[in-house]
């Protein structure tokens, strides 16, 4: 053992008797007050366990320590030091341990090269402990945890830090403190990456487990990085605003591939078998989802409960749920220029989404609806998409009132083209659409149901299985200048027994109808049927004095449509991807 004298003013100056020796035969390495030394186990024979104290421009280095220490190594109150190519096995507490007495800081410490390791069943912490050490740098080393504990690299208040291509085995966390971090090239197995600090960079890592974690990072970039079966989120952001997400490849994060919760930009990434893609949360508002490539995900694939985000250039497929998902209260939302596929329910939900604009998407295959605005969606623009082949509608609307919907192209639609609709006692009023392209609807190309004052105009009409514009129980709409000419949509009357240009269903009163382009010969009188009241059929008073003879046509038709019903509710039914 030795004596022992405690140097007055500090608690870490001892006098060691050098002769004791770990293990028999592994003499302890305690440098005290030191610089300008260099300590090589290659001349000297490996050292049982190494103290360095008060020092400065200290080297120790080529040594397997002993098993079984406390600590292997411990730094106080040492600066601008190296530990490099030590083997320290089978650590209680931690492998390597920098820190200073209260109130006292340091800087330049260097961890190289080291394999560090434990089993440990009862203890086993941190195999890597700095504390208020600025300019770290911990490099090329190897790290084991297969105690019963995880463990991590914790580098706490260490500024500017450099942590690169170290490898992790086990339950080991990288955790870096301080701002203006580099965190590049490690493979993390089984653990994740945390850095707390602003200015940071996570560059070209390989995670296993789990996955990246950003807080209190404003500024910080995060790139380039592979996330594989992240047990939670694969990247996450706290804190963090103005960081870049980008070019990163995550696989198979169960609950997220991207999580935010300040404004970032998350760029060029890819997400596939994750829960949702990318979320951002209520705080992340001002958030830019660009150019990223989400595939199977299990929840939604673009998740939003925020305002003022821009969604654009996305690729987003065989999401489970939604496409995209806009949760209430999120306003100002700009969905734009997506190619968006294969959803299991929405290619794109407004739920409470207002003020929002849905521009240029090519959405298809949906298993519902290729586009969906619920429960006081209101004021968005919904312009220049293309949907296609969706299972239900093209375009729902329900209980969402003054939308835009304009010069869309809504094809191959399971059920109806654009579908206004009320819901539990709310209607969907005041909406305008206008200039779409609508054909091949397996109903209706437009159907309005217990709503009323909407506008629907200057559509170009292609083939409907039934109607091209149905209401029910809808007044003071508004129908006119829609073109008909090439929907080979032939009317009622005895000549002809195919689908119509517009049928004002019950109570559907005080509509204002205005059509006049038409297939072939046709007019309004085998063009338009009219059950409501009050309603005003341009032209129709002076072309078709026989308005019950319309009416038993068109009946004669649905009478035969009727007879026709298994096989059309079976084209619903089975069209496009609701029910693959």
């Given at each position: 053992?030795?004596?022992?004298?405690?140097?007055?003013?500090?608690?870490?100056d001892?006098?060691?008797d050098?002769?004791?020796?770990?293990?028999?035969?592994q003499?302890i390495l305690?440098v005290?007050?030191?610089?300008?030394k260099?300590y090589?186990?290659?001349?000297d024979?490996?050292?049982g366990v190494?103290?360095?104290?008060?020092?400065?421009?200290?080297?120790v280095?080529?040594?397997?320590?002993?098993q079984?220490?406390?600590?292997?190594?411990?730094?106080i109150?040492t600066n601008?030091?190296?530990?490099d190519?030590?083997?320290i096995p089978?650590?209680?507490?931690?492998?390597i341990?920098?820190?200073?007495?209260?109130?006292?800081?340091g800087?330049?410490?260097?961890?190289?090269n080291?394999v560090?390791?434990?089993n440990?069943p009862?203890?086993?912490h941190?195999?890597v402990?700095?504390?208020?050490s600025?300019?770290p740098?911990f490099t090329?080393?190897?790290?084991?945890n297969t105690g019963?504990?995880?463990g991590?690299?914790?580098?706490?208040?260490?500024?500017?830090?450099?942590?690169?291509?170290?490898?992790t085995?086990?339950d080991?966390?990288?955790?870096?403190?301080?701002?203006?971090?580099i965190?590049?090239?490690?493979?993390?197995n089984?653990?994740s990456?945390?850095?707390?600090?602003?200015?940071?960079?996570v560059?070209?890592?390989v995670?296993?487990?789990?996955?990246?974690?950003i807080?209190?990072?404003?500024?910080?970039?995060?790139?380039?990085n592979?996330?594989?079966?992240?047990?939670?989120?694969g990247?996450?952001?706290?804190?963090?605003?103005?960081?870049?997400?980008?070019?990163n490849t995550?696989?198979?994060?169960?609950?997220?591939?991207?999580?935010?919760?300040?404004?970032?930009?998350?760029?060029?990434?890819t997400?596939?078998?994750?829960?949702?893609g990318?979320m951002i949360t209520?705080l992340?508002?001002?958030?830019?989802?660009?150019?990223?490539?989400?595939?199977?995900?299990?929840?939604?694939g673009?998740?939003?409960?925020?305002?003022?985000?821009?969604i654009h250039?996305?690729t987003?497929s065989?999401?489970?749920?939604?496409?995209?998902?806009v949760r209430k209260?999120?306003?100002?939302?700009?969905?734009?220029?997506?190619?968006i596929?294969?959803?299991?329910?929405?290619?794109?939900?407004?739920?409470?989404?207002?003020?929002?604009?849905i521009?240029?998407?090519?959405?298809s295959?949906s298993?519902y609806?290729?586009?969906?605005?619920?429960?006081?969606?209101?004021n968005?623009?919904v312009?220049?998409?293309?949907?296609?082949n969706?299972g239900y509608?093209?375009m729902?609307l329900?209980?969402?009132?003054d939308?835009?919907?304009?010069?869309?192209?809504?094809?191959?639609?399971?059920s109806?083209?654009i579908?206004?609709n009320?819901?539990?006692?709310?209607?969907?009023?005041?909406?305008?659409?206008?200039?779409?392209?609508i054909?091949?609807?397996?109903?209706?190309?437009v159907?309005?149901?217990?709503?009323?004052?909407?506008?629907?105009e200057?559509?170009?009409m292609?083939?409907?299985y039934?109607?091209?514009i149905?209401?029910?129980?809808?007044?003071?709409?508004?129908?006119?200048?829609?073109?008909?000419?090439?929907s080979?949509?032939l009317?009622?009357?005895?000549?002809?027994?195919?689908p119509?240009?517009?049928?004002?269903?019950w109570?559907?009163?005080?509509n204002?109808?205005?059509?006049?382009?038409?297939?072939?010969?046709?007019s309004v009188?085998?063009?338009?049927?009219?059950?409501?009241?009050?309603?005003?059929?341009?032209?129709y008073d002076?072309?078709c004095?026989?308005?019950?003879?319309?009416?038993?046509?068109?009946?004669?038709?649905?009478?035969?449509?009727?007879r026709?019903?298994?096989?059309?509710d079976?084209?619903?039914?089975?069209?496009?991807?609701?029910?693959?």
């Amino acid at each position: 053992s030795g004596g022992t004298t405690i140097v007055p003013g500090s608690a870490f100056d001892h006098d060691i008797d050098l002769s004791n020796t770990i293990n028999g035969n592994q003499p302890i390495l305690y440098v005290n007050g030191e610089s300008n030394k260099t300590y090589d186990g290659d001349i000297d024979g490996d050292y049982g366990v190494v103290y360095v104290v008060d020092s400065d421009n200290v080297t120790v280095k080529n040594a397997k320590l002993a098993q079984n220490n406390w600590m292997g190594v411990w730094l106080i109150n040492t600066n601008n030091s190296t530990i490099d190519n030590l083997i320290i096995p089978n650590y209680y507490i931690n492998g390597i341990r920098a820190d200073y007495d209260y109130g006292s800081s340091g800087v330049g410490l260097t961890f190289s090269n080291n394999v560090i390791s434990t089993n440990s069943p009862n203890y086993s912490h941190d195999p890597v402990l700095s504390y208020k050490s600025a300019s770290p740098v911990f490099t090329g080393n190897e790290i084991t945890n297969t105690g019963y504990r995880s463990g991590s690299v914790y580098l706490r208040y260490a500024p500017n830090a450099v942590v690169t291509n170290n490898t992790t085995s086990g339950d080991v966390y990288l955790y870096i403190d301080g701002d203006n971090s580099i965190v590049t090239g490690n493979v993390v197995n089984n653990g994740s990456i945390i850095v707390s600090g602003h200015n940071s960079a996570v560059t070209d890592n390989v995670t296993h487990g789990r996955g990246i974690h950003i807080d209190n990072g404003t500024n910080s970039v995060v790139s380039r990085n592979e996330i594989n079966n992240s047990s939670y989120r694969g990247i996450s952001l706290f804190a963090s605003d103005d960081s870049l997400v980008e070019n990163n490849t995550i696989i198979n994060a169960d609950y997220a591939g991207i999580y935010v919760e300040d404004p970032v930009k998350v760029k060029n990434n890819t997400i596939s078998r994750s829960g949702y893609g990318v979320m951002i949360t209520r705080l992340a508002g001002g958030t830019v989802v660009e150019g990223n490539e989400i595939l199977d995900s299990s929840e939604h694939g673009i998740y939003i409960e925020a305002d003022r985000n821009n969604i654009h250039g996305n690729t987003v497929s065989n999401s489970s749920k939604n496409g995209v998902w806009v949760r209430k209260w999120s306003d100002n939302n700009n969905i734009v220029n997506n190619t968006i596929s294969h959803s299991g329910y929405n290619g794109i939900f407004f739920y409470q989404g207002g003020v929002g604009a849905i521009y240029g998407n090519a959405i298809s295959n949906s298993r519902y609806n290729g586009i969906w605005l619920d429960y006081f969606s209101e004021n968005n623009t919904v312009t220049n998409n293309a949907i296609s082949n969706s299972g239900y509608s093209g375009m729902y609307l329900t209980r969402s009132s003054d939308n835009t919907i304009e010069n869309n192209t809504i094809a191959d639609s399971g059920s109806n083209g654009i579908y206004l609709n009320y819901s539990y006692g709310y209607a969907s009023n005041r909406n305008l659409v206008r200039g779409n392209t609508i054909s091949d609807s397996v109903y209706n190309n437009v159907f309005i149901g217990l709503s009323d004052s909407n506008v629907i105009e200057q559509n170009e009409m292609g083939y409907a299985y039934l109607i091209g514009i149905m209401t029910v129980y809808a007044d003071n709409n508004t129908l006119r200048n829609n073109d008909y000419s090439s929907s080979n949509m032939l009317g009622w009357s005895r000549q002809y027994c195919s689908p119509g240009a517009i049928v004002l269903g019950w109570k559907s009163n005080s509509n204002y109808v205005n059509e006049h382009l038409f297939p072939g010969e046709t007019s309004v009188c085998e063009q338009v049927v009219d059950y409501g009241k009050g309603n005003y059929i341009d032209g129709y008073d002076e072309l078709c004095p026989n308005e019950e003879w319309t009416l038993k046509a068109y009946e004669s038709c649905w009478d035969r449509a009727e007879r026709e019903e298994e096989k059309l509710d079976h084209k619903s039914e089975t069209h496009g991807a609701m029910w693959e």
